[in-house]
């Protein structure tokens, strides 16, 4: 991958991170909630399925600049994981369950979801 690419992945990467500091902080409540977490990583996690699913239909390397970059910004399995832990800490169990494993059980659906979509949408232009 040339240099440009790579600017190009880092570039996505932190309007990722400001797409979710400002969807985090749009939710009410203390910022990074579970709620939060959970919007940003569920419809992140939709996403890159819609991108995976369409790469073949993208120009070469959109793919990677909006997976890689974009939406890996955007998500944030590390943020869900701490707060999994403060709620665990907490003895939070039910909000500790949703947040780490009930989202991520949540997140492989949304994302074959994406795909299975985007397969559609592959049918219809193909």
Do not use: C, H
Not at 7 to 16: K, T
Not at 31 to 49: D, H, K, R
Not at 58 to 72: A, R, Y
């Amino acid at each position: 991958m040339s240099i440009w690419g790579i600017a190009a992945i880092a570039a996505a990467g932190g309007v990722g991170a400001i797409a979710r500091f400002l969807v985090d902080s749009s939710v009410p409540g203390k910022s990074s909630t579970p709620l939060a977490l959970l919007i940003v990583n569920l419809s992140g996690s939709f996403a890159i399925g819609i991108v995976l699913g369409l790469a073949p239909l993208l120009p070469e390397g959109l793919s990677l600049v909006l997976s890689v970059g974009f939406l890996g910004g955007y998500t944030t399995f590390s943020t869900a994981s701490l707060r999994t832990f403060e709620l665990i800490s907490k003895r939070q169990w039910w909000p500790a369950f949703i947040t780490g494993v009930g989202q991520l059980v949540a997140a492989v659906f949304l994302t074959l979801g994406g795909m299975a979509i985007a397969s559609l949408i592959s049918s219809a232009v193909g």
